[in-house]
Structures are given as C-alpha cells and as structure tokens.
C-alpha cells in the first residue's frame, strides 16, 4: 500500500468518528473539517495519480454528473480512469466552503477547479454523505464553468 495509502487510510479512521445512527455527538464544525479533510485528500489523489485513493472516497451509490451522468463506484472509477493518465493532473480543486446538515449525515463541499496553470476553469460540488461504517464518501458530484457574471463570488454567501 505504501506510505501514501497508510497515511491515508490513518486519517479514514481518525475522522470516521460515531456511527451514523442519527445521533449526532461531534458538533458541526467538527463535521465539516471532517468533510474539508476528505475533500483536500480526494483532490491529493489526483495530484498523486492514484486512482485507487481516489476509489476509497467514492461512495457505491455515487452520481457523478459531467458530460454523462456515472452511476455507481465502478462507473464513475472507469469514466475518471482517463483524467489519471499521463504525469500530470490535468486539473485540481479545492475546497472553499463546507457545510454539514444538523442531523450530521449529509455535507456539501464545494469550491474552485483549476487548471495545470493554476487557473480557475470552474467550480465543483461534491456531496458527501456519511456512511453505515462512519467513513464520507461522495455520493453526488457536479462541476460548472466559473461565472464571470457581476457579484458571482459573493452570492450565496
């Protein structure tokens, strides 16, 4: 597995925290680190060219929306097989803004996608749902072009 697989599944297990029983016990800001710390290592496997990292963060039920709509872990693992070849990303994200529901099960990630010259080529959203076994996993992804409309990095907020 190597040291990039170890440390990554180290921190799988440090933030999978309680079970998602619907009972919350962390509070909410605890939750959305959890989720900003998933998302910054999803994105990390892209950058590493590793594929199978970014399999552990896909969630079964998955829906990837892009130019097709990807269904499922296996589905979405073979339409991204493409974006890992060769040396270098050909983009990054990451994550901005991070909320978590209060009943603490589901969360949105969402944030700047950049090219391999660092600039911003779009915007991502990714929803992450905690899990039976306590783990987030994507569940919903989408990605948009960034809007050059006035007022587009305020709105929202």
Known sequence: MGRRGAVLGTILVLVAGSS????RAEPLEALAEQVRIHET??????ADR??????IFVSEEAVFLGATVLRGRD???EGWKPFFEGPEA????TPERVEVV?????AVSTGPVRGPD????GTFTST???????RWRVVLDSGCPPCHCAGAETAGR
Do not use: H
């Open 20 to 23: 998602a029983s619907g009972e």
């Open 41 to 46: 290592a999803f994105a990390k496997s892209m």
């Open 50 to 55: 590793d594929i199978t990292a970014f399999a």
């Open 75 to 77: 589905a979405v693992i």
């Open 90 to 93: 050909p983009f990054s994200w």
């Open 102 to 106: 209060a009943s603490g099960t589901l």
């Open 118 to 121: 660092g600039q911003r080529v």
């Open 128 to 134: 992450w749902q905690r899990e039976p076994d306590g």
